[in-house]
């Protein structure tokens, strides 16, 4: 295994994470790979759609900690080129890793990228202590590229450029069905007059789910519903369990990339008030197809949402804030928007894998 050219580390399942690991596969069908990964993500629903052809060496381990360790012996033990796909939290491991492989006379060389690379109000150390790391790389292994996955290069940290960083953009792909906006909402038993407001992919408080929640059960705009549409947190489970509301709908489990991207087609407009920095697919998919949104919370997001030109409302993460902004979109403040090219797959893919690349 130590001879195989290039490996990809991705232990989780979530997001978009597998489907990145799908598209750098798909360039090494016919040379070898290995792909680092959990037992958890081999058995989930999003490998099942994603990984499932992969002919790729597939090296399981039963937690993150154990895949990290993994991929990372193998990186000082062989000649390979190691792609990390969801770097923030290993970064010093990376360095330690680094450090053992030139030790041995090897060159360092691989691609990592960092996903939640913006300051937070006030102090945020973990922003420093990543830049900090980032610059020591850059100097002890230069052969290792850092990129910040954004959805707009005025999304990345200017400090983070300065420190070595370079944009990733964030790849989109769309494929909804071809139904009526009114065909596809009967399906669902929602009235075809109504707007549907939506929220679609992880339902977990990062996403403000509770006060969009409250904002509705406040002040709920006539002929309108509220859709949750994915795998709930328990508490987004319970919120929901606790005085139902016809206005407010949960569809739990598993969204294929085609629902998903129907849903976003056909709603009115979508909530991303994402409380973490980072890029957003949900967005970038808005932007394709000229969807709608409420935006708030992360800067990041709100700088991507105006660089694409998306037709937005921005604001606050409380519900008073979000119900006005709810029925501004609902009395018609918020037509739709064009649709819009957005980045592509393959300077996703070429970027981490052409070390020449600028």
């Known amino acids: 295994m130590k001879n195989y050219p290039i490996a990809i580390m991705e232990p989780n ?18 040379k070898y790979a290995v792909l680092f990964t959990t037992n958890q993500a081999v058995r989930s629903e999003e490998w099942r759609v994603h990984l499932s052809e992969c002919t790729a060496l597939i090296q399981t381990a039963t937690g993150e900690n154990s895949c990290r360790r993994a991929a990372l012996k193998w990186w000082i033990r062989s000649n390979g080129f190691l792609i990390i796909l969801d770097g923030d939290r290993i970064l010093v491991h990376v360095l330690a890793a680094a450090t053992a492989k030139i030790l041995t006379g090897k060159r360092p060389r691989g691609a990592l990228v960092l996903m939640r690379l913006n300051p937070t109000h006030g102090f945020d150390y973990r922003f420093w202590t990543k830049l900090l790391a980032v610059a020591t790389m850059r100097v ?23 420190a070595g960083v370079r944009w990733l953009a964030d790849p989109t792909c769309l494929s909804p069905q071809l139904i009526h906006k ?18 679609i992919g992880d339902l977990s408080e990062r996403k403000n ?22 795998r709930p947190s328990a508490r987004v489970r319970e919120i929901c369990d606790t005085k139902p509301s016809p206005q407010i709908r949960l569809i739990e489990g598993y969204v294929s990339d085609q629902v998903f991207d129907t849903w976003i087609s056909v709603a009115d407009a979508v909530y991303i008030l994402h409380s973490n920095e980072g890029s957003s697919g949900v967005l970038l998919k808005c932007a394709a197809v000229g969807t709608p949104a409420l ?24 519900p008073s804030s979000i119900a006005a902004a709810t029925h501004m979109a609902a009395n018609g403040k918020l037509p739709r928007g064009s649709a819009r090219c957005v980045s592509s797959i393959q300077d996703f893919t070429s970027s981490l894998l052409l070390p020449g690349k600028p």
């Open 140 to 162: 002890l292994a230069p052969d290792i590229r850092c990129f910040g996955l954004q959805a707009t290069r005025a999304g990345l940290s200017p400090i983070a450029e300065r």
């Open 182 to 199: 009114e065909t596809w909402l009967s399906a669902n038993m929602i009235p075809p007059s109504h707007r549907v407001f939506l929220v």
């Open 209 to 230: 789910i509770p006060a969009i929640i409250s904002a509705w059960r406040r002040s709920p705009p006539p002929d309108s519903v509220l859709l949750l549409v994915g």
């Open 13 to 30: 399942w979530g997001g978009h994470r597998l489907w990145y690991a799908s598209l750098l596969l798909a360039e090494f069908r016919d």
């Open 295 to 318: 935006v708030g919370g992360a800067s990041s997001l709100i700088t991507a949402a105006k660089e694409l030109g998306l037709a937005a409302i921005v604001t606050e993460l409380n």
